[in-house]
């Protein structure tokens, strides 16, 4: 079993920047891919940002490229998320995923998932 904490949301003001952190524990030791999600209301959660395997290879949502940057410590099992240029439009609970197989942006390839941090962007 993985758990997953996340930490670092708030409320912010448009422009300004956050960083968020996802820390694994348990068996954390070989997990593939971590990920991070958000879920606005009334939307459907949708992916956001991931990092797979050795290589640390990263993958980005259309809506946060070059904005946001996910970013991996092995050693203390835990995944970033540096929030850049936030606008109301990433207000959104932000979820932390993880996986010991290959994770797609689906969030049904994900098994173990974070209970979400609150992310409030003010115009």
């Known amino acids: 079993q993985v758990q997953l904490v996340e930490s670092g949301g708030g409320l912010v003001q448009a422009g300004d920047s956050l960083r968020l952190s996802c820390a694994a524990s348990?068996?954390?030791?070989?997990?593939?891919?971590m990920a991070w999600f958000r879920q606005a209301p009334e939307k459907e959660r949708e992916f956001v940002a991931r990092i797979v395997g050795s290589a640390d290879n990263t993958y980005y949502a259309d809506s946060v490229k070059g904005r946001f940057t996910i970013s991996r410590d092995n050693a203390k099992n835990t995944v970033n998320l540096q929030m850049n240029s936030l606008n109301p439009n990433d207000t959104a609970v932000y979820y932390c995923a993880a996986t010991f197989r290959f994770g797609s942006s689906q969030a049904r390839s994900y098994d173990y998932w974070g209970q979400g941090t609150q992310v409030t962007v003010s115009a």
């Open positions: 348990g068996r954390g030791f070989g997990i593939s891919t």
